[in-house]
């Protein structure tokens, strides 16, 4: 099974602000997807750190912290909406 992948790109702006950019790609199509962040992204890193020892917890946070913009998280559900479509695995 081919395997289509999705990209996150994260560009710092200061210590906690970042631009996001994601890139889909499949062999079912001729050209990347890419998606913006519309405005900066804060992750709070000392919260991060303070839930080192709980994976879950600190793999919602990130997540919250990524999909506050609307934009990227539809973007990434519709990546996910399409590889499963195409009986695709998706990669990141």
């Known amino acids: 099974m081919e395997t289509a992948n999705l990209e996150f790109a994260l560009y710092g702006r200061d210590l906690r602000h ?7 790609s499949s062999p079912a199509r001729k050209t990347d997807v890419r998606q913006s962040s519309e ?6 890193w000392d919260r991060l ?3 080192e020892a709980e994976p879950e917890a600190y793999g ?3 997540t919250e912290s ?4 609307q934009k ?9 909406s399409v590889s499963e479509a195409q009986d ?5």
Do not use: Q
């Open 49 to 51: 750190r303070a839930l």
């Open 60 to 62: 919602t946070l990130l």
């Open 18 to 24: 970042y631009a996001v950019e994601s890139r889909y």
């Open 72 to 80: 990227l998280k539809i973007a990434f559900l519709e990546a996910l």
């Open 39 to 44: 405005a900066p992204i804060c992750i709070d």
């Open 88 to 92: 695709r695995s998706l990669s990141s």
């Open 66 to 69: 990524i999909f506050a913009d």
